[in-house]
């Protein structure tokens, strides 16, 4: 099974709009991580957002959130006010196992296009 | 904070030569991580460094592979007798530890085999 499930193979949405990019995961540890990453056509892989799973509230960051539903195990990022500057690959990924434990699986990734 | 820095950026080159790559990672980080990243693909998981010590390996990491991390500061990453199938882009990241603690990417190297 994959660990990681992107099921938007691609998303359009209009500039200002809110759009949210669905994360599903696969893990049957107590104790991980989830992470957002941007890479946008130039290459880059940049960090957006981090939730913990025994983290009780979603976490947020600037015009990024993350709707974490543990029961459910997903983990959508809700991007608000869309920007331009938002079209890009997103990626959902998860550390399993202890917390010093670093090892991350990436899911297949999501083509956001920002509309003007 | 200058980032992680990888090089070369691009590097192309024919069937059964050998290529190494080179992976600067941001200087206070003791975790020091490889992944694979084909077109339309997330990055795959490769090997993972502490300090100097390798601690896991994925078995996408054939025998061709070797990466290592003599002082614990900067990594190479060589392919022997490279093949088509190991034309991909090769990230670079490192972290401090920590489980919320980000990995932090370099820009890749981008391999072509002829």
């Known amino acids: 099974a994959q660990k990681i499930t992107q099921t938007q193979p691609g998303m359009f949405v209009q500039e200002k709009e809110a759009v949210t990019l669905d994360c599903t995961y696969d893990?049957?540890?107590?104790?991980?991580?989830l992470f957002w990453y941007k890479q946008p056509s130039s290459g880059e892989m940049i960090f957006l957002i981090y939730?913990?799973?025994?983290?009780?509230q979603n976490a947020t960051e600037g015009r990024y959130s993350l709707n974490f539903q543990k029961a459910r195990k997903s983990a959508n990022l809700v991007i608000s006010a869309s920007q331009l500057g938002d079209s890009a690959m997103y990626f959902c990924?998860?550390?399993?196992?202890?917390?010093?434990?670093?090892?991350?699986?990436f899911g297949t990734g999501t083509k956001l296009q920002v509309i003007p | 904070d200058t980032g992680v820095s990888q090089d070369p950026r691009h590097k192309i080159t024919k069937r059964g030569q050998n290529v190494t790559f080179r992976c600067d990672p941001i200087?206070?980080?003791?975790?020091l991580y490889w992944y694979r990243q084909t077109l339309g693909q997330g990055p795959e998981f490769l090997t993972y460094?502490?300090?100097?010590?390798?601690?896991?390996k994925s078995r996408l990491l054939s025998d061709r592979f070797s990466a290592e991390r003599p002082k614990g500061s900067f990594s190479t990453l060589e392919i022997q007798r490279t093949e088509q199938g190991d034309s991909a882009m090769y990230l670079c990241?490192?972290?401090?530890?920590?489980?919320?603690?980000?990995?932090?990417f370099g820009d890749g190297t981008r391999l072509s085999i002829l």
């Open positions: 990241a490192s972290s401090s530890g920590g489980g919320g603690e980000p990995q932090h």
């Open positions: 893990t049957s540890d107590q104790s991980y991580g």
């Open positions: 939730q913990g799973s025994y983290d009780e």
């Open positions: 990924a998860m550390r399993e196992g202890q917390r010093g434990y670093q090892k991350v699986t």
């Open positions: 200087s206070e980080h003791n975790r």
């Open positions: 460094f502490q300090n100097e010590a390798q601690l896991e």
